[in-house]
């Protein structure tokens, strides 16, 4: 379960699980990512931010190799996906979860059925047994046991959002791919939502990378951010460090009207507070 690579940080030796170099991608001969580089850390919610059409999904979905590179590579726990065999590709697949942007849930089958379906896939077992699996991941997102028999047309949309997040973790991964896990949902929703990843990375220590648009998410709960721009990763780093990033975008983003209403000085102090104290667990 050890990353094999590190990358010295300021909060010192750190595992890496994905390192992107060089990323590029583009469609119909119009570059999206070009020479990207991206470091996600063990154990970190990495919010990854730009303005629209940056390619922040294209980005996640080129990590999870559902977009195909130009050129760059991509290596997670230590695998270069292009070296890896279909048989290693399978296996480091099923570290990850990913929670897509409309949930994606089949409409045909219920909740209980489409959180089986990775199960169903991976590995078989007797029905009895995966229905089993399924229904204690339906619970660790915080449905209530009845969803599990409704089709996804019955569902609240933070429901669905629930709903897939369960499907994300029916194999148990090591990282979750979060594309806009808060969009559509109310205040109070997403806020729930938000804290229900944290919980989720601070139990099971998952590393999350999430795109997001969401201030309060980015502020809730992230370790770090990743601004995308110029088909790059712009900047990365605390609130504090991307507050004083000289760029139109992050000064924008990160210093206007609705970022007034956040003390980004205290949130990096509890941020740090909260890493030191889930160090000292794992000790
Ligand atoms: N399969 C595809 N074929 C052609 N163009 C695509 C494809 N996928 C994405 N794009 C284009 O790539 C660009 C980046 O898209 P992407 O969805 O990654 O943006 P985004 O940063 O996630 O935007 P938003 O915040 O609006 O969701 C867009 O111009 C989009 O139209």
Redesign the pocket.
């Known amino acids: 379960m050890e990353a094999a690579t590190t990358a010295k940080t300021d909060a010192g030796e750190r595992p890496v699980v994905i390192r992107g170099r060089g990323i590029t991608v583009g469609?119909?001969g119009k570059p999206?990512l070009e020479d990207l580089d991206i470091d996600v850390y063990r154990g970190e919610i990495l919010g990854v931010v730009?303005g629209?059409?940056?390619?922040?999904?294209?980005?996640l979905r080129t990590i999870i190799g559902l977009?195909r590179r130009i050129a760059g590579t991509v290596e997670i726990f230590g695998q270069d996906l292009d070296a890896a065999t279909d048989a290693e590709r399978n296996r480091i697949g099923r570290r990850w979860g990913v929670l897509f942007q409309q949930g994606a849930l089949f409409s045909s089958l219920t909740v209980l059925q489409n959180v089986a379906v990775p199960i169903r896939e991976h590995f078989p077992m007797p029905e009895d047994l995966r229905n089993e699996l399924a229904r204690l991941k339906i619970e660790l997102v915080g449905l209530p046991p009845d969803a599990a028999d409704k089709f996804p047309s019955e569902l609240s949309g933070g429901m669905i959002k629930r709903a897939s997040l369960a499907r994300s973790l029916a194999l148990d991964p090591d990282i979750v791919f979060l594309d806009?896990p808060t969009a559509g949902l109310d205040p109070i929703g997403a806020a729930d939502f938000d804290a229900l990843i944290r919980n989720l990375r601070d139990t099971l220590g998952l590393t999350v990378f999430m795109?997001t648009?969401d201030l309060d998410s980015l502020v809730g709960i992230t370790d770090r951010i990743a601004v995308?721009g110029n088909r790059k990763v712009l900047v990365d780093g605390t609130f504090r460090e991307l507050k004083n990033f000289d760029h139109p975008w992050t000064q924008a983003y990160f210093n206007g009207e609705r970022a007034q209403h956040y003390d980004f000085e205290a949130m990096d102090a509890a941020a740090a507070a909260a890493a030191s104290t889930r160090t000292t667990e794992k000790a």
């Not at 629209?52 to 980005?59: A, N």
Request: charged letters at 10%.
């Open positions: 469609f119909g999206i730009g629209s059409g940056t390619g922040k999904s294209v980005l977009n806009e795109v648009h995308l």
